[in-house]
T-cell receptor
Framework: GAVVSQHPSRVICKSGTSVKIECRSL??????MFWYRQFPKQSLMLMATSNEGSKATYEQGVEKDKFLINHASLTLSTLTVTSAHPEDSSFYIC???????????FGQGTRLTVV | QKEVEQNSGPLSVPEGAIASLNCTYSDRGSQSFFWYRQYSGKSPELIMFIYSNGDKEDGRFTAQLNKASQYVSLLIRDSQPSDSATYLC?????????FGTGTQLKVEL
């Protein structure tokens, strides 16, 4: 299957700083990528849909100025958590759709801890 | 609000038994359905997807879909300890996946 690579896998940052997470599709072009957040014992919650070359679409309740998404190429989307706070600590996962495969492939996830 | 419901479990089955995982969804417009396996601290891995009523088999896994009842299930035959994980059901509408909270499966020796 298609491979989606997410980096870093784990990051610890101080409160008030920003963290960038990268999501790459390695062997296919991803016109659309999705960013999820998962708190312990909870399901994946879609944060935003990232479309190559256009603005991301954010789900209700997700602050677009706090979670900056850039999808500058068909193989790379980035999520930047700005002015991180401890409540932003979570597992962030990206996903890419290859329409030809009709499947969503997930990155390895990023465990963010804000101290 | 579009919802996918799953029993959180844990569901405990002995090794070699059949594990049955169930899921209901509220959006009749959902086009296809996915089962993912997620180990603790890891990202979800796709097991299989189904979009037509009936059964779909892949190795030890069988997905069942009943659109009239808005019900999806996953059967795991000959369960192994390595199958112990959380199983996430997801429905697809357009490009978006809506996930259930997952069912924790424990396969006991």
């Amino acid at each position: 299957g298609a491979v989606v690579s997410q980096h870093p896998s784990r990051v610890i940052c101080k409160s008030g700083t920003s963290v960038k997470i990268e999501c790459r599709s390695l062997d296919f072009q991803a016109t659309t990528m999705f960013w999820y957040r998962q708190f312990p014992k909870q399901s994946l919650m879609l944060m935003a849909t990232s479309n190559e070359g256009s603005k991301a679409t954010y789900e209700q309740g997700v602050e677009k100025d706090k979670f900056l998404i850039n999808h500058a190429s068909l193989t790379l989307s980035t999520l930047t958590v700005t002015s991180a706070h401890p409540e932003d600590s979570s597992f962030y996962i990206c996903s890419a759709y290859d329409r030809l495969n009709t499947e969503a492939f997930f990155g390895q996830g990023t465990r963010l801890t804000v101290v | 609000q579009k919802e996918v419901e799953q029993n959180s479990g844990p569901l405990s089955v002995p090794e070699g038994a059949i594990a049955s995982l169930n899921c209901t969804y509220s959006d009749r417009g959902s086009q296809s359905f996915f089962w993912y396996r997620q180990y603790s601290g890891k990202s979800p891995e796709l097991i299989m997807f189904i979009y037509s009523n009936g059964d779909k088999e892949d190795g030890r896994f069988t997905a069942q879909l009943n659109k009239a009842s808005q019900y999806v299930s996953l059967l795991i035959r000959d369960s192994q300890p390595s199958d112990s994980a959380t199983y996430l059901c997801a429905s697809r509408g357009g490009n978006k996946l809506t996930f259930g909270t997952g069912t924790q499966l424990k396969v006991e020796l």
